[in-house]
């Protein structure tokens, strides 16, 4: 399912290729997040222009909004979002343990109330593949236990042991759809921050023949050190042979790190919340839209830059856009962050290729002063 | 300024051209509203490819914020923009009466509080003349006094007596800055619903040389058989050499009796603040998509449509964003209402061109249930 092209002689970087139902995806690769079956602000045709070939999808979110029957009645989410790349969708565990009321978590099952009209629904391992399997979904994900950051080791133990059970379950029941349906479903890896914990789960996970494996419960607030650290001993517990999926990271720092480590696939909704919120991406750190010092600034975003916004409108045009609440400020800002994922991701790629993987990175310095979160440069 | 291509045997319709700075317009001509230099939720290159050349922006708002300091450090509003085609600034006058705490209307100018931030401001009819010309609008309006509908005759005429006297004034002002600035000035006839002050309006008016003239203070809340009988006999007493411009229509219904009675030119946010609550025209009428009968509808808002929103996207998905009040949704439907006032006003003027305006015209008798803006079609 993966095809590794080129490796790093200085880390564990790769380059690959994904080969999915709906395409083949070059790798490393940022997936854009849309959540209800649309990157919020932006076209279609726009993540098509951009050169995205696989974007996500929350199934929490989509079993709610639209709900299976109007999903089903369009015979999958493809067709309902006229998307025709691939399309991986969440086990939508980390949205009922986060924005869902979490009624209860059992080996059956979780139960939880709606976050729009608090309606009671439970899901099953069984139950959520089968929900994947009707969106068509050319990836899909395994139910799991999302624990947090700081939470003791018993009960990161359960969280653990939950995940486990549920992932034989949910391969099984993959197993079972097999014939009439096209699409993988990865496992996920948990443990929290407790390193045997994540061995013992990455034993569990990687001894079933899941096509892809995921981590999951990373960048969940830890600090940067302790992100990369636990990414290390984690990331080297996967099997070589297949895709690598690191969830929820989205800048340079982070996905350098993901990189560094042999991840291949990575997700997140920052770089699209932040360009909705008037943070732009840039090589040389985030830069604040809305600062006072972009009044009247007749330059782009970011210089040199070739996608939409940069092409055509200035910082302080789109200052303006954002000042004065108008969605043209939104959108032109998404387009810039998401072009400039795909266009870092592609030299991420190209470092790789060209053996140079960690002088690249080492070029990307702004984006890790403090926690790398938090860089601001203002150019 | 604008050549007069064909009329129409059955009424006063014309089709033409319009030669404005930054390149011709066909007329009739519906102008996207671009209150703060952005038509909301579209990019500049969109409304180039729906085919538009000429955009509206409001004076008011754009004085404002981002104020004049930043778009006289652009040179202008077509570069703050990044708009190549025709802009047409209003005077400010309708918004300091419907919008800002008005304060004080003298013959001398207006007083009124930013609707932002409160802070006190006065216009005189030479200061927006000269607003303007630092905008560089192709086409600007002179600052008038807006009356609403059912005032009393003495208030009328004492709107259009202000009116008249600041026409001078600008007029004047005007010509005095010609040496360094292209653009048009129009007046505005205004008047209220009596016929006698429309037409001591228009002889004060037309008396003085602008290049175009407009219809104020219509379509301001009158029942539509007295927006007709007004628009007729007012229309009536416009020039024929001059371009024609009606404020604040763009609906089939009112474009239609306006192009009937010989306009060229209209403006409204209607169209475009409807998208972006739902409601999508048609050449049957209009649909609120939000309804529960678009769910799950596999076809696009309307069939056959070219626009960017019905080529790919379905109603049923629309629905969805809307209900999950996704940008998206907005997106696309202003995208689609823009492209059926293009295409609506190209059929208009091919009409005219053909001799068949009003044959064509009695086509859109589903706009003209109820008073033409409570057609609801949910076909």
Redo the contacts between chains.
Sequence with gaps: MISIQARDSGSSARAGILHLPHGDVATPAFMPVGT???V??????DLEGLGFKLILGNTY?LYL??GM??IR??GGLH????WNGNILTDSGGFQIFSLARLQKVSSEGVRFRSHIDGSQHSFTPEQVVDIQCDFGSDVQMALDVCSSFGIDRREAEEAERITAEWAVRAYQRWRAAAADYQGMLFGIVQGNFFEDLRRRSAERICALDFPGLALGGLSVGEPFSQFCDTLAYSAALLPESKPRYLMGIGTPDFILEAVRNGIDMFDCVFPTRAARNGTAFTHAGRIQLKNACH??V?RPIEDECRC?ACR???R??IR??F??A???G???TTLHNLFFLKSFTDLVRQSIVEDRFSQFARSYAPWYNGNGARTVAET
């Design positions: 209800a079956a649309t919020k602000a932006v076209r279609q045709d979110h909004r639209p029957e109007v009645s369009y067709r309902f979002a006229a009044s009247g007749d939409p055509r409108y200035s302080g045009y303006h856009l000042k004065s108008e969605i043209l939104p959108v032109l």
